[in-house]
């Protein structure tokens, strides 16, 4: 090979080395998380009634009217033993996925939470950040809106018979509880996030992540009585995330000793 040859073929290896060094790479597939909350205990603590039916201290045509109220801040599954209610999401994701995030505000435009029968309907709730929150009334008998925030402004509103508002909130460190001064055992839970990868646990205690980058994240579970019942607590627990595939955590525990 003559010299200028040689020149020549240097310089086109040069720029091909140079063309992959630049090159953008390949994301990969999203996968997503799944597992389970279950109650440790040997025995699923009874349900507590916060108003017995036709006892309300405070408009009992409607509260407690169809039955007793009872609370909510413990839920389990006397069969399963799975954990209701439980909060799962991801601490600070690595990667993104706009398509998790498409998917999810094309499904659920808005938030909602009503008020029905004298109780805040759902009882907790994950929302992105981009989901306005309608917050409703039902009943046929006033209620008040009561919240304190750390990165959001604090409000307390009346509602009226029918009454509806809309407000816009940012993504919180903690869940938002909600009250109703009218009923003082009305509340209920808002977690604003500023990703889509979150979930609340179902009768079983079952829950999936779905549209998650892959590769390493940290997984949060939060469970009113106890609060952050995972490894690591607020940072979150490790997960190998893989792609195009769901990550089985298993059974996350709450154990007895975890209730506040």
């Not at 009874?46 to 039916?53: D, H, P, Q, Y």
């Not at 599954?77 to 498409?102: C, Q, R």
């Not at 435009?109 to 989901?131: H, M, N, R, S, W």
């Amino acid at each position: 090979m003559s010299r200028s040859a040689r020149l020549v073929h240097a310089f086109a290896l040069a720029a091909a080395t140079a063309a992959l060094a630049v090159a953008p790479a390949v994301a990969q597939e999203p996968g997503s998380i799944k597992g389970k909350v279950v109650w440790a205990g040997s025995t699923v603590p009874a349900a507590k009634v916060l108003v017995e039916k036709g006892k309300a201290t405070k408009d009992l045509e409607v509260c407690g009217v169809n039955g007793p109220i009872v609370s909510q801040e413990l839920q389990i599954d006397p069969e399963s033993k799975g954990v209701a209610g439980a909060l799962v999401y991801l601490v600070k994701p690595t990667g993104t996925n706009p398509d998790a995030v498409k998917a999810l505000l094309k499904a659920h435009p808005k938030a909602v939470l009503d008020q029905k029968d004298c109780e805040f309907v759902p009882y907790i709730q994950g929302i992105y950040k981009e989901q306005p929150l309608v917050i409703k009334s039902s009943d046929p008998v006033n209620h008040n809106v009561r919240y304190n925030g750390f990165s959001n402004a604090s409000l307390n509103q009346m509602l009226g018979v029918g009454g509806t508002m809309e407000v816009k909130l940012e993504a919180e460190r903690r869940p938002l509880m909600v009250a109703c001064d009218i009923h003082p055992w009305m509340k209920s839970y808002i977690a604003v996030f500023d990703h889509p990868y979150f979930a609340v646990t179902g009768k079983d205690g079952s829950f999936e992540l779905k549209g998650v980058p892959a590769g390493a994240q940290n997984l949060v579970v939060w469970q009113e009585k106890a609060g952050w019942i995972n490894e690591g607590k607020a940072k979150g627990a490790p997960v190998a995330v893989k792609a195009g595939a769901a990550t089985d955590v298993g059974s996350i525990k709450l154990e007895p000793n975890q209730i506040k």
